[in-house]
């Protein structure tokens, strides 16, 4: 079946260190791959995506690549701030699921200042 | 401005009571979801519907159920309480032609005693 596992948390970082969140997946196919990210309180929202192998989606000084030889998809941000601390997800969508999500088990990312 | 709203946000019930958590989009969205969020697990899919009068299981369905008789709204409902089911609670929805993106609820914090 598919899964996405993300790198254990929680991840604890100063502002405007390199923050990097690995992400791997096992599916059949070609499946979408997501960054969802989860702000206190609130509901999730999409961060970036990338929909076949090589993509790079980024969104807000975040990317992650689309590779498929290794069946990952890292979160990666150059200089945090305060304000990216969160709940990321990685999460998959396999072509034939038709909008149906899979989620990784979520990283929580705590930025001081 | 379109949103997808949830109620209600905190709710304590009893072990074996029926509860009801409301959903409901003005995206005009055809698709609609329901997952749970636990700690370790991400989010998980329990119930989903294509559009009016259609409805399917997800992966951790047992003991819920949704109906819809309408676009905007995906009633999820516990038939009998259990502390197991004691979870946050969203509801997300997509569009038709426009399957990547899901827009999340705020989220519903049920605790069953």
């Known amino acids: 079946g598919n899964s996405v596992t993300q790198m254990e948390g929680p991840v604890t970082l100063s502002e405007e260190a390199f923050l990097t969140i690995n992400c791997t997946y096992t599916a059949t196919g070609y499946p979408s791959l997501f960054w969802y990210v989860q702000y206190p309180g609130e509901g999730l929202q999409l961060l970036l995506k990338?929909?076949?192998?090589?993509d790079k989606g980024s969104n807000k000084g975040f990317e992650a690549t689309y590779r498929k030889e290794t069946t990952s998809f890292h979160l990666e941000k150059g200089s945090v701030q305060v304000s990216d601390s969160a709940v990321y997800f990685c999460?998959?969508?396999?072509?034939?699921?038709?909008?149906?999500?899979?989620f990784g088990q979520g990283t929580i990312l705590t930025v001081h200042p | 401005d379109a949103e997808i709203t949830q109620s209600p946000r905190h709710k304590i019930t009893e072990t074996g009571r029926q509860v009801t958590l409301a959903c409901h989009q003005t995206?005009?969205?055809?698709?609609m979801f329901w997952y749970r969020q636990d700690l370790g697990h991400g989010l998980r899919l329990i119930h989903y519907s294509y559009g009016v009068q259609d409805t399917n299981k997800g992966e951790v369905s047992d003991g819920y159920s949704v109906s819809r008789s309408n676009t905007e709204d995906l009633p999820l409902t516990l038939e009998s309480a259990a502390s197991s089911q004691t979870s946050v609670y969203f509801c997300?929805?997509?569009?038709?032609?426009?399957?990547?993106?899901?827009?999340f609820g705020p989220g519903t914090r049920l605790t069953v005693t």
């Open positions: 995206w005009n969205h055809n698709n």
């Open positions: 990338a929909t076949k192998a090589d």
């Open positions: 997300a929805s997509s569009e038709r032609r426009a399957v990547y993106e899901q827009y």
């Open positions: 999460a998959l969508m396999r072509g034939t699921s038709y909008g149906k999500l899979t």
